[in-house]
T-cell receptor
Framework: GENVEQHPSTLSVQEGDSAVIKCTYSDSASNYFPWYKQELGKRPQLIIDIRSNVGEKKDQRIAVTLNKTAKHFSLHITETQPEDSAVYFCAADPGYSSASKIIFGSGTRLSIRP | GAGVSQSPRYKVAKRGQDVALRCDPISGHVSLFWYQQALGQGPEFLTYFQNEAQLDKSGLPSDRFFAERPEGSVSTLKIQRTQQEDSAVYLC???????????FGPGTRLTVL
């Protein structure tokens, strides 16, 4: 089955600097890679996603890159702000029509220092 | 409704009690998922429904866990004879189809004493 590894588990960056979170996956059949942000005590919310036919996707200060050959994908947040502080989860989804089981990484706690 | 709702939001059970957790997905969403999230961990898949059919229940930790979605809308996760290790947040998510964004509910925090 799919296995998703996420690093680092905690990350502290100065406000205004960039943050990078990296994930690897094991199942080459996975073709959908969402990233979720979870603030303390709240539900996970999608912030960006990428499909396997795309190498990079950007949405304002957030970008995601995917290397299918190496089975790596990464989240990049530029010009970090205090409201970016949260736990971020990567995930890999095989997207089968009959059985779809998203596997989440263990999370990265991002702290933005003022 | 505007989003996925879950009830109750908090549940305290004595060890050995049965509990039932409810999920109301976004109207029209075909896919419904249940996850277990332990403190400081990512959501772990429990089970998946497509309409009323339970297509994958490989993540259910034991036969004490049972989920149903009889009419393809509301779903219930039942845990029988609760144990302390069942304490976690149980998240429900729905999506229009597989392989697209899942919308999560607020979760039910279960504490087993």
């Amino acid at each position: 089955g799919e296995n998703v590894e996420q690093h680092p588990s905690t990350l502290s960056v100065q406000e205004g600097d960039s943050a990078v979170i990296k994930c690897t996956y094991s199942d080459s059949a996975s073709n959908y890679f969402p990233w979720y942000k979870q603030e303390l005590g709240k539900r996970p919310q999608l912030i960006i996603d990428i499909r396997s036919n795309v190498g990079e996707k950007k949405d304002q200060r957030i970008a995601v890159t995917l290397n299918k050959t190496a089975k790596h994908f990464s989240l990049h947040i530029t010009e970090t702000q205090p409201e970016d502080s949260a736990v971020y989860f990567c995930a890999a989804d095989p997207g089968y029509s009959s059985a779809s089981k998203i596997i989440f990484g263990s999370g990265t706690r991002l702290s933005i220092r003022p | 409704g505007a989003g996925v709702s879950q009830s109750p939001r908090y549940k305290v059970a004595k060890r050995g009690q049965d509990v039932a957790l409810r999920c109301d997905p976004i109207s029209g969403h075909v896919s419904l998922f249940w996850y277990q999230q332990a403190l400081g961990q990512g959501p772990e898949f429990l089970t998946y429904f497509q309409n009323e059919a339970q297509l994958d229940k490989s993540g259910l930790p034991s036969d004490r866990f049972f989920a149903e979605r009889p009419e393809g809308s509301v779903s219930t996760l039942k845990i029988q004879r609760t144990q302390q290790e069942d304490s976690a947040v149980y998240l429900c998510a729905s999506s229009a189809k597989t392989g697209v964004e899942q919308f999560f509910g607020p979760g039910t925090r279960l504490t087993v004493l």
